[in-house]
């Protein structure tokens, strides 16, 4: 119930093509789904997020899509570069302690 | 330069030993947290302070201890009764409790052999 589903563990893109992430939950009181952005020997750092109420939401080429009925949302970094080359977190809002719940991380590698 | 500090980066520490982590911030945030991260586990969170002298255990507190004597710090110590202490350790801050916005530390990597 309070835990959040990432997957892939790992994914390799090519420079230019599009990545995807994505998450599930089964908690309906969690009420923000952020995504963290950590590089290595780094803390990680918020790149977006989104409320249920909304389906999409697009910040330069980072875009989360959010299905409230299927309870699953994801992440897509378009036009992929190697800097983009990072793990990526996703999380939600509202665990039994009221904290964020982060998923297990997906380390991306872009290619040259 | 606003932020959170961690120190020191790299930890060496024998079995047996309580060692402590430091983390300190200037943003001047009310809420700070431990978390844990080993490789493909995520983030676990150890334990969290909402506000200064309070502090609450996450999911993963047993054998660690912490306290919140000052606002802008928040040591974790990871005593001899953690029975896998070797991680990396990201200590983090938000404005308020239950922010989804938290700031990070660079982290600790602690070694124990």
């Known amino acids: 119930q309070q835990q959040v589903k990432q997957s892939p563990q790992s994914l390799i893109v090519q420079k230019g093509g599009i990545s995807i992430i994505n998450c599930a939950y089964e908690n309906t009181a969690f009420d923000y789904f952020p995504w963290y952005q950590q590089f290595p020997g780094k803390g990680p750092a918020l790149l977006i997020a989104i409320r249920p109420d909304v389906s999409e939401k697009k910040e330069g080429r980072f875009t989360i899509s959010f299905n409230k009925s299927a309870k699953q949302f994801s992440l897509h970094i378009m036009d992929s570069q190697p800097g983009d080359s990072a793990t990526y977190f996703c999380?939600?809002?509202?665990?039994?302690?009221?904290?964020?719940?982060f998923g297990k991380g997906t380390k991306l590698s872009v290619k040259p | 330069d606003g932020g959170i500090t961690q120190s020191p980066k790299y930890l060496f520490r024998k079995e047996g030993q309580n060692v402590t982590l430091s983390c300190e911030q200037n943003?001047?945030?009310?809420?700070m947290y431990w978390y844990r991260q080993d490789p493909g586990q995520g983030l676990r969170l150890i334990y969290y302070s909402q506000i200064v002298n309070d502090f609450q255990k996450g999911d993963i507190a047993e054998g660690y201890s912490v306290s919140r004597e000052k606002k802008e710090s928040f040591p974790l110590t990871v005593t001899s009764a953690q029975k896998n202490p070797t991680a990396f350790y990201l200590c983090?801050?938000?404005?308020?409790?239950?922010?989804?916005?938290?700031?990070f530390g660079p982290g600790t990597r602690l070694t124990v052999t």
């Open positions: 983090a801050s938000s404005p308020v409790w239950d922010s989804y916005e938290q700031y």
């Open positions: 999380a939600a809002r509202g665990g039994s302690q009221g904290n964020l719940i």
């Open positions: 943003l001047n945030h009310d809420a």
